[in-house]
């Protein structure tokens, strides 16, 4: 698999999980799969380099894992070492699997989720320790840089766009429905349509003579009145 594969394989998926209200900038995320597996995706879909931890389970993460040979940065020497890191059944279980790290440890992590741009964003993985490599930060923005992976960023942000204006569309809709509703219901019966509407209850064509529309009064009044309303119950 070509980077430029790699590329086109993960971007949509970091966009949709950004869209989705992960924390990362498509961009971050995108560059630092790369970075964390060189541009090749594992059988196990880790492609963050995300460790067991504590080994919690989340809704993307069954407990599984594999043991693999890493390294470490540890006072200023690169420390060979291995460790279990999480298996995955896709890419964005994995995407989201960190999503909810960030996320849910906001006292750890909140540089991260609040960063402004995608620059600060991946200084803030490095000062958060998420990875022990000193030089982790400027890899992931150089990266970035390189492969032109802003574009991503600006995808996401008009889907976001796009949702959020669907949204409002659709709480004026429902603000209009709701408004609609409450002009249309009436309290109690009105006098003119209490003969008919008594005798639409006892025929058993209606269950409650309350809550109807000034509009569904009128209605069983002229039914009524036409006769084909029974003036008994059958």
């Known amino acids: 698999m070509t980077r430029s594969e790699f590329i086109t394989t993960v971007a949509p998926v970091a966009v949709k999980v950004r869209v989705d209200g992960g924390p990362l900038f498509p961009s971050v995320s995108v560059a630092q799969t790369l970075l964390e597996t060189g541009g090749r995706i594992p059988a196990w879909n880790n492609l963050v380099g995300y ?11 069954d407990g599984r894992a594999v043991r693999k040979g890493t390294w470490e940065v540890y006072d ?17 279980h994995c995407l989201k699997d960190q999503a909810l790290l960030f996320l849910n440890n906001l006292g750890r992590y909140r540089p991260v989720v609040e960063a402004p741009d995608p620059e600060s964003q991946a200084r803030a993985l490095r000062a958060c320790g998420y990875a022990t490599d000193p030089y982790y930060a400027d890899k992931i923005i150089s990266i970035r840089k390189t492969y032109g992976l802003a574009k991503y960023d600006e995808e996401a942000r008009k889907a976001m766009e796009a949702l959020k204006e669907m949204q409002a569309k659709l709480d004026a809709l429902q603000r209009e429905v709701e408004a609609l509703r409450k002009r249309d219901s009436m309290d109690s019966v009105p006098p003119w349509a209490r003969e008919a509407v008594e005798a639409a209850v006892r025929a058993g064509l209606i269950a409650s003579p309350n809550g109807g529309s000034f509009d569904f009064y009128r209605l069983v009044t002229i039914l009524h009145r036409a006769g084909l309303i029974p003036k008994e119950a059958k």
């Open 51 to 61: 460790k067991v931890g504590s080994g919690k389970r989340t809704p993307y993460w």
């Open 76 to 92: 200023g020497r690169t420390v060979q070492t291995a460790a279990d890191f999480r298996a995955y059944d896709s890419i964005e």
